[in-house]
């Protein structure tokens, strides 16, 4: 079954400080992992995919399959930061995507 | 385009009435998605159509929630009746095809007293 996990509902930080989003996943085959982002107010947008290897905002997550986990990292908390995020996956040719509980990200001044 | 649109935005009704939350997908997006946001459980997702045909359904907590498709510009979510546990936030997405052009809409509070 395809499942993914966010073990932190909370996480708070000081800006400056660094910053680590958990997610573990449970699939049985190749999948596509994602982070979204919901500002306050605003709406659930895609932050960063694993197949682009690409950094957003300052955000990277690289992809462990061995651990399988899609962690979230940023070196330097920003107040702007502040939001929720949520990790998603997609198995192998399907068109839907799991989404996991959460995680709201507080960075503090 | 506006984007994926909700209505209402805020719906407060009361134990036993029907509720029916609605949404316009963008314009040529062939997958319409609507999810259930809560605390405890995250974004669940209920119910996806293709081509205005309801393929995975199984997240519909209940008989008491129907959505149809009538056609490629509207989707309704109906929750009929309603109970205090359906408070949530009810999201509409649509995507084009994969899972990489997902787009959502702001969402419908609903709480039900």
């Known amino acids: 079954a395809q499942r993914v996990t966010q073990p932190e509902k909370l996480l708070s930080v000081f800006k400056g400080a660094p910053v680590e989003l958990k997610c573990n996943y449970s699939y049985s085959g190749s999948p596509e992992l994602f982070w979204y982002v919901q500002y306050s107010r605003q709406r659930l947008q895609l932050l960063l995919r694993?197949?682009s290897r690409e950094s957003i905002k300052g955000f990277t997550a690289d992809l462990n399959k061995g651990e399988t986990s899609f962690h979230l990292k940023k070196p330097f908390a920003q107040e702007e930061d502040s939001a929720m995020y949520y990790c998603a996956l997609s198995g192998y040719n399907t068109d839907k995507l799991i989404f996991g509980t959460g995680t709201r990200l507080q960075v503090f001044p | 385009d506006a984007g994926v649109i909700q209505s209402p935005r805020h719906e407060v009704t009361e134990m036993g009435q029907e509720v029916t939350l609605r949404c316009k997908p963008i314009?040529?997006?062939?997958?319409l998605f609507w999810y259930r946001q809560t605390m405890m459980r995250g974004l669940e997702l209920l119910i996806y159509f293709n081509n205005n045909v309801p393929i995975d359904d199984s997240g519909m907590p209940e008989d008491r929630f129907s959505a149809k498709m009538p056609n490629a510009s509207f989707s309704t979510l109906k929750i009929q009746p309603s109970e205090p546990r359906d408070s949530a936030v009810y999201f509409c997405?649509?995507?084009?095809?994969?899972?990489?052009?997902?787009?959502f809409g702001s969402g419908t509070r609903l709480t039900v007293v």
């Open positions: 694993h197949i």
């Open positions: 314009s040529g997006h062939d997958y």
């Open positions: 997405a649509s995507s084009g095809g994969g899972v990489n052009g997902y787009t």
